[in-house]
């Protein structure tokens, strides 16, 4: 039973029903004339600064993966991860999983670097998302707890739900670093798998973790002021601190398997939280259709 829903939710004519559906939701609301006329508006070296500021962001998150692998990298490490996970960005875009894409920045590093093993690899890569989520569940819970303070409108249940999962995360850093977990993994031979990331991740330098938090944390912020900055170009008038509570949380949201790239979802919640602060329909969605762009 719990394989034929993952196969229902986890399709993309699933995901492609949910983001028509969410589309024609968010955009009957509008003129569609109007929204094309402010996209059109948009002055061509905003289209380049923020390609540019794209390109700065996949820099820095390749510097954070080297760092995991690297005490000190360099000009050309942080050349040779860029490469690579720009690679595998592309092609994530033509695989249905994720698997192939990291397979991609897996062959490429390995060209350059063969001296690095299959599994110091591997550590790597997780350990480059754990610490990516790890700041995304921290934004996404502080995110929900200053919307309560301040009056933005979210559903009370996401603050529960964003807490309890950073809960989670601390939980299992905690039991990572503190906990013996190795001889309970192998009294279970179902879990050895468990018990092989475990030890990857204490295999690790701490201080490399905890640099890579750091560069997490500043890329995520980056991350929710380009919807400012294009707020900004749309005259929407979001303000700095609405951005900075409602990104995070749709970010958040985005991660449940209800439509493709986030089209139509992205659009909607946007329209919802942002329409509730008194902000204008049309450049809500404009700086939506551009964010998703």
């Known amino acids: 039973m719990f394989n034929f829903f993952k196969k229902i939710f986890g399709s993309r004519l699933f995901k492609l029903f949910g983001s028509t559906v969410l589309m024609y939701l968010a955009f009957r609301k509008v003129d569609l004339t109007t929204l094309a006329d402010l996209l059109l508006k948009v002055p061509w070296w905003f289209w380049v600064a923020m390609l540019a500021y794209q390109i700065v962001l996949v820099i820095i998150g390749a510097y954070r993966w080297s760092l995991l692998l690297f005490d000190k990298p360099g000009v050309d490490?942080?050349?040779?991860?860029?490469?690579?996970?720009?690679?595998?960005?592309?092609?994530?875009?033509?695989?249905?999983?994720?698997?192939?894409?990291?397979?991609?920045?897996?062959?490429?590093?390995?060209k350059k670097y063969p001296e690095i093993t299959k599994t110091k690899l591997l550590s790597s890569v997780f350990l480059d998302r754990v610490v990516g989520f790890t700041i995304f569940i921290f934004s996404a819970f502080l995110a929900s707890l200053v919307a309560l303070m301040t009056g933005v409108a979210i559903p009370w249940f996401l603050v529960w739900i964003f807490g309890g999962?950073?809960?989670?995360?601390?939980?299992?850093?905690?039991?990572?670093?503190?906990?013996?977990?190795?001889?309970?993994?192998?009294?279970?031979?179902?879990?050895?798998?468990g018990g092989d990331i475990v030890e990857l991740i204490k295999n690790e330098n701490k201080s490399r973790i905890?640099?890579?938090?750091?560069?997490?944390?500043?890329?995520?912020?980056?991350?929710?002021?380009?919807?400012?900055?294009?707020?900004?170009?749309?005259?929407?008038?979001?303000?700095?601190?609405?951005?900075?509570?409602?990104?995070?949380?749709?970010?958040?949201?985005?991660?449940?398997?209800?439509?493709?790239?986030?089209?139509?979802?992205?659009?909607?919640?946007?329209?919802?939280?942002?329409?509730?602060?008194?902000?204008?329909?049309?450049?809500?969605?404009?700086?939506?259709?551009?964010?998703?762009?």
């Not at 944390?217 to 919807?227: A, P, S």
Request: aromatic fraction near 16%; proline fraction near 3%.
């Open 77 to 110: 490490e942080v050349k040779n991860f860029t490469r690579a996970s720009m690679l595998g960005s592309f092609y994530g875009l033509l695989f249905p999983t994720m698997v192939a894409s990291d397979l991609l920045k897996w062959l490429s590093i390995l």
């Open 165 to 193: 999962l950073f809960l989670g995360v601390l939980v299992f850093y905690f039991l990572v670093f503190k906990i013996n977990l190795e001889k309970i993994f192998d009294r279970f031979p179902w879990l050895k798998k």
């Open 210 to 293: 905890y640099r890579a938090l750091g560069v997490s944390l500043v890329t995520e912020l980056m991350w929710v002021m380009q919807v400012y900055f294009i707020s900004e170009i749309f005259g929407a008038g979001f303000s700095l601190l609405s951005v900075l509570v409602v990104v995070p949380v749709v970010s958040m949201v985005l991660l449940l398997p209800i439509s493709i790239g986030g089209i139509g979802a992205r659009d909607s919640m946007y329209l919802v939280f942002f329409g509730n602060l008194g902000y204008e329909p049309a450049k809500i969605l404009a700086v939506s259709a551009f964010s998703g762009i």
